[in-house]
Structures are given as structure tokens and as C-alpha cells.
């Protein structure tokens, strides 16, 4: 899945073998994957200073998946929400510069109202952009601190029940 065209978050041709594309908005199916890419900004001035983006829901097993790709919008618009609708996992960019910030993220997870958060695209170490790091977002959040994992393993029965997890993966 392409997110944006922009050359540091586009490397089609270095995948090897003869992948499923799915490049931009519209609605695919792989082998009873259900993906649709909803069309979004990857600035909060409707794409004028950094074009498009799309946010992709992926929807497997019964669960449903959101990635916002490198979404600048400071908040998604009624026509976004109601193709999102329910999402039990959300992959989010947290780290502002190009993306949208902590707070932004926030108030973009209080419309969506995952299961779970994930946040993406924040300071790592030798990382020559300047990002935020991730703790920035977790205080945002209500959260000190959150032990980052090596996988998640997702599964309907657990999801949580009430309230919203924050998993940070390791790099």
C-alpha cells in the first residue's frame, strides 16, 4: 500500500517478486482482505503545500484496521469519519514536522475512538528528521510511559473491552 508519492515513503521498486499494488483511494480485495483507500491531505491546507495522502482501512477477520499514512489534517472530515466508521486497531503519526502532532493525534483518535493506538512516525534514534519523540505523544495521552513491544498479535477476543490500549512496537 502507497500512502503518498513522496520518495521517502515510496520504495515500489525495491519490492522484490510481483506484490498486490494498492495505490491510492478506491477499494481492493487480496485473498479476503478487504482494503479501501480514502483520500485525505498531508497538510492541514488541502494539500497545497504537501498534496495528497490516502488513509487505508483494512478490514480482515472481522477486525478493521485504519492507517493514516502521513495524514497533515489537524482533523478528519464527516465523509472521512463515515468511511473509517469502526476501527479496532489505528496507526497514527504522532510526530508532527510534515505530519500532524501529539495533539492533533488526540483529537483525531477522540473521532475515531479505537480499540487500539499505535503510534507511528516519531523521533528514533539516528533518524535524521527532526520528529517528536513518542513520549511527547504518550504524556498527550495520560500515559508516563508504555513498555514498546516486539509484535502485537490481535485477535477479536483481545481487543480490549472498555477504554482504548496504546501499544508503542519497537523499531
Not at 480499540?115 to 504518550?138: G, R, T
Request: proline residues 6%.
Amino acid at each position: 500500500m502507497v500512502t503518498h508519492e513522496h520518495e521517502d515513503h515510496n520504495a515500489i521498486k525495491d519490492v522484490k517478486g510481483t506484490p498486490f499494488l494498492i495505490q491510492g483511494p478506491g477499494e481492493y480485495e487480496v485473498k479476503e482482505v478487504f482494503i479501501q483507500g480514502i483520500p485525505s491531505f498531508h497538510d492541514d491546507k488541502e494539500g497545497k503545500e504537501r498534496g495528497l495522502n490516502t488513509i487505508y482501512m483494512i478490514e480482515a477477520e472481522d477486525l478493521r484496521f485504519c492507517h493514516l499514512g502521513d495524514l497533515g489534517q489537524k482533523q478528519l472530515t464527516d465523509e472521512q469519519l463515515e468511511k473509517i466508521d469502526r476501527v479496532d486497531v489505528l496507526m497514527i503519526p504522532v510526530g508532527g514536522e510534515y505530519t500532524i502532532d501529539s495533539s492533533a493525534a488526540q483529537k483525531i483518535i477522540s473521532q475515531i475512538e479505537p480499540k487500539i493506538v499505535i503510534p507511528m512516525h516519531y523521533a528514533l534514534p539516528k533518524l535524521k528528521m527532526k520528529l517528536d519523540e513518542v513520549a511527547k505523544f504518550l504524556k498527550s495521552m495520560g500515559k508516563n510511559s508504555v513498555t514498546p513491544q516486539d509484535k502485537l498479535i490481535v485477535k477479536m477476543s483481545t481487543l480490549p473491552k472498555d477504554g482504548m490500549e496504546i501499544v508503542v512496537l519497537n523499531p
